[in-house]
């Protein structure tokens, strides 16, 4: 199985989040993971694989303009992905952008299951979030289910 961590970045708050995403996914030995800042994302890499998860800071309530320009490209060509999970930075929970990703997913690739509920990450919580971060393994959970 593969799967790829997506994400944009603007102070590299949203790097670090996906890179401890990666490690945690990692430990599912199933599992082959690639990471990619968006504006450096393979499309074919990204619509092979089994599993994407995107990850955005908050600007006002939405994702950055690159992951909405990237699910938009991913909704226009043949993705074999059936399992997608988000995730967002923010300051304040007001507003998430996770919501917004959900939705435009939900418009543009009808047919991905979310399989895990999104993760908020607060920055000013600091980024040492071991119970956020430890739901990367969530995985575990949907591999033995698939199987």
């Not at 990237?70 to 226009?76: E, T, W």
């Not at 060509?77 to 919501?99: L, M, P, R």
């Not at 299951?113 to 993760?119: K, Q, V």
Request: glycine letters at 8%; aromatic letters at 4%.
């Amino acid at each position: 199985m593969k799967g790829i961590v997506v994400y944009d970045t603007k102070h590299g708050n949203t790097k670090l989040v996906a890179e401890k995403i990666v490690e945690g996914m990692m430990e599912v030995k199933e599992i082959e993971i690639a990471i990619s800042e968006v504006k450096e994302v393979n499309m074919e890499e990204a619509a092979d694989s089994d599993v994407l998860l995107i990850g955005s800071p908050n600007h006002v309530g939405k994702p950055a303009r690159g992951i909405e320009a990237f699910i938009n490209k991913l909704g226009k060509i043949d993705s074999k992905t059936t399992g997608v999970g988000v995730f967002d930075i923010h300051i304040a929970q007001d507003n998430s952008a996770y919501t917004k990703m959900e939705e435009r997913i939900g418009e543009k690739l009808p047919g991905l299951r979310l399989i895990t509920p999104s993760l908020l990450v607060k920055i000013k919580t600091g980024l040492s979030m071991k119970g956020q971060l430890k739901r990367a393994s969530f995985l575990n959970a949907w591999i033995s289910e698939r199987k």
